[in-house]
Structure formats: C-alpha cells, structure tokens
C-alpha cells in the first residue's frame, strides 16, 4: 500500500552534482522519519541521511558530511538528497525508507525502517 519512488539517479563524472527525489504515498499522516540508505558492490546497506519530520533533525554519515544534504517537503512527503563533490566511492544504489512508528531513538539502522524504494543506481566515474 505504501510506496517509495526515488528518482534522479544517473551517471557523473567526479566532482559532479545529483539530486536525488523520493516520494511517498498510499499512507496519511507524516512519516516519523525518511531516509537515504547506500549498498556499493559487495559492501552491507549503510545509512547515508535521515531526517526526523517533527523536528526536521537530521543526521549525515561522516563519509558524506559536508557534501551530501538532506532535506524534505513536510507537506508532500518527498525527501531530497543533494549530493556534491562526488566521488567514485560514492558509487552505489541508493535507496530511500521511511517509517511512520513513533520513536525517540536515532532512527539510524536498517531494520527502524518500514519501508523501502526499489532503488536508484548513483554511478560516479571518470
């Protein structure tokens, strides 16, 4: 019933820019909160941003503090992930989830959110 569609995943060179959208639909109500996850080849899923909705706290993995940013629409549930200065590391596919359960805690690890998008492949080469 719920789901995530991210877009604007591509090809770049290093040094480029993307941006990256996830909309979320089929539930009413805010989400506690959205986030961005990252799998590169033969790597675990890791947690690249999240933002709380109420608050709009965000958090950004140190790997991409500084050039990556999260932000979000709090009235149409769209998530954006503003990524700079890119390296070819930062290649992956990128997922965006979402979780509408009340917490207080971090919201940092996979298993807080309910759910997924299919994913975005994000390729950073020369």
């Known amino acids: 019933q719920v789901q995530l569609v991210e877009s604007g995943g591509g090809l770049v060179q290093p040094g480029g820019s993307l941006r990256l959208s996830c909309a979320a639909s089929?539930?009413?109500?805010?989400?506690?909160?959205m986030g961005w996850f990252r799998q590169g080849p033969g790597k675990e899923r890791e947690l690249v941003a999240r933002i709380r909705w109420s608050s709009g706290n965000s958090y950004h993995a140190d790997s991409v503090k500084g050039r990556f940013t999260i932000s979000r629409d709090n009235a149409k549930n769209t998530v954006d992930l503003q990524m700079n200065s890119l390296k070819v590391e930062d290649t992956a596919v990128y997922y965006c989830a979402a979780t509408w359960s009340g917490a207080s805690r971090p919201i940092t690890l996979a298993y807080e959110y309910d759910y997924w998008g299919r994913g975005t492949q994000v390729t950073v080469s020369s």
């Open positions: 089929g539930r009413t109500g805010s989400p506690t909160a």
